[in-house]
């Protein structure tokens, strides 16, 4: 039997969620909103189609996730598989970084950055634009399916999936280059893949942004479940100042007894505005994701009705206790500027300096040695003792380079790989390396007879680059002398 919301069953533990038809409002923080949406959406949208000259032998993608090619690319900077402690870190600074702002800002991240929010936000838009605001949204949800209701929702759907395949569609071209997989795809030569990832994301675009909206961050999100353990009474929150507003009562009956009644006129407004649907005025819920528009809707009302702004506020909960005793509340700043927050600021500029030593300094060649193990050793007719390595000499730059290989620690040792003859044997040898490649080479190191088994050192040097080396030690096999 179905229950009826109004007067839940009392043995039943499942409420049915209430659709929230938020009213359209105007102020500071929407405004706020309006542009952190455009830029998050635009940074999104248009990040694959930016441009970035590597030279002929690097994609021109300015953002790249490569895999056939196992790279990141990211403007400048070129990720190879053994670096990926720098995305690890970038991730680490990500989580941390979330931290940081929590601890200043309060939950500013749920309310104006996160992607959930960022696109019930536009969905919350297009109901708007198509179906009117709060109360034409309410009556339309009431009326019967007529021919005018069937039509304007499936115009309004249909946006949604546009919505919903644009947004899974850039995400894949961030792991091709933009133009040639955008005409691939629609020419439907793109591989199966990225039409399976585009109906996905487009269905869970569609799905989270679009219909689940705020049950995602109320009941799905762990996020503020763990922000709530990192605020405290001198974390900014939006509040909504009880000592000021109660008793409520309309502005008829507070206008009539104004001594008996406190600001708040009852009207609603906050409540209307709200994205979630909750009643800030109960206190502090997990519902709340801090976007602050029930400030704009208050601080109006109160202009309207002649009182002071700030019945419900961006205020710590310290502040509001000393607003009540009569004091002036402390500023701001101290609840952005507070040991907390810059603990996790030093742990969080502490690991992105680290990286970006690591980055200013790391070298763009590399060198591994295998010895092959058997046989360890061979003897040569003229006595002589060979061993046999494999190098793997690595060039992560976007061009060519020369590199020369050389033998440190090995008296009287010298070696030839498979590009040369035995007679060409020396020291050093010069290899080329293509651009944004590992090269294989056999090197086949001989020594004089006698000579004892010993560690030496195979040396990596980039021709075209100072100070540009890479060392690698191994062991020279040799029998043991009689
Ligand atoms: S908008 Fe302000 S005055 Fe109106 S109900 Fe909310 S808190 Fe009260
Ligand atoms: S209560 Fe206010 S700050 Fe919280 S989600 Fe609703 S409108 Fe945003």
């Given at each position: 039997m ?72 990211m ?13 690890a870190?970038?991730?680490?600074m ?18 104006y ?28 949800d ?21 919505i ?24 439907g ?13 487009t ?42 507003g ?28 709200c ?11 997990i ?6 528009l ?47 927050t810059?603990?996790y ?49 690595r ?33 050093t ?12 080479v ?12 010993q ?28």
């Amino acid at each position: 039997m179905a229950s009826n919301p109004a007067s839940p069953d009392p043995e039943s533990l499942y409420e049915a969620r209430r659709a929230v038809h938020n009213k359209r409002i105007d102020g500071p923080f929407r405004r706020f909103k309006w542009a952190v949406m455009i830029v998050t959406l635009a940074i999104y949208y248009i990040t694959p189609w930016l441009r970035w000259d590597r030279g002929e032998y690097a994609p021109d993608q300015a953002v790249l996730v490569d895999l056939a090619g196992r790279r990141f690319y990211m403007f400048d900077i070129e990720i190879w598989p053994h670096e990926f402690y720098f995305v690890a870190g970038l991730l680490i600074m990500a989580g941390i970084g979330l931290f940081v702002v929590t601890s200043a800002v309060g939950r500013a991240w749920c309310g104006y950055a996160c992607p959930q929010t960022v696109w019930t936000d536009l969905f919350q838009h297009i109901d708007r634009f198509v179906d009117g605001d709060r109360n034409a949204r309410m009556r339309l949800d009431r009326a019967p399916w007529t021919w005018g209701k069937v039509t304007r929702r499936g115009f309004k759907w249909l946006i949604y999936l546009v919505i919903g395949f644009v947004t899974g569609g850039a995400w894949i071209l961030y792991f091709a280059d933009a133009p040639t997989l955008f005409a691939q795809f629609f020419a439907g030569e793109a591989a199966a893949v990225a039409y399976a990832t585009v109906g996905i994301l487009t269905l869970t675009t569609v799905t989270l942004g679009g219909f689940m909206r705020e049950q995602v961050c109320v009941y799905m999100c762990p996020w503020p479940r763990i922000q709530s353990a990192m605020m405290d009474e001198h974390s900014l929150v939006v509040t909504y100042k009880d000592w000021r507003g109660e008793p409520r009562g309309s502005l008829k009956k507070a206008k009539r007894e104004p001594d008996k009644f406190g600001d708040c006129i009852d009207c609603t407004e906050c409540v209307q505005v709200c994205p979630t649907g909750i009643d800030i005025r109960e206190g502090p819920q997990i519902g709340c994701i801090t976007c602050a528009l029930c400030i704009d809707a208050c601080d109006r009302v109160m202009a309207d009705i002649g009182r002071p702004r700030g019945l419900i506020d961006y205020a710590t909960l310290d502040d509001c206790e000393r607003e009540q005793r009569g004091e002036a509340p402390r500023s701001p700043w101290k609840a952005v500027f507070r040991p907390r927050t810059m603990i996790y600021f030093g742990i969080w500029a502490a690991i992105g300096i680290a990286l970006l030593f690591a980055l200013g300094t790391r070298t763009r060649t590399d060198l591994s040695v295998a010895a092959d193990r058997n046989p360890p050793f061979t003897i040569m007719s003229d006595g002589s003792v060979r061993n046999s390595y494999t190098l793997k000499l690595r060039n992560m730059e976007s061009r060519p380079r020369d590199m020369e290989v050389s033998l440190v620690g090995l008296d009287g040792g010298s070696f030839w790989t498979e590009m040369i003859d035995r007679s060409e044997a020396g020291e050093t040898q010069r290899v080329t390396v293509p651009a944004d490649e590992v090269r294989e080479v056999r090197a086949y190191v001989v020594v004089p007879q006698g000579t004892p088994e010993q560690q030496f050192a195979f040396q990596l040097t980039a021709l075209d680059s100072e100070g540009e080396t890479d060392l690698v030690e191994t062991q020279f096999n040799a029998p043991e002398a009689r």
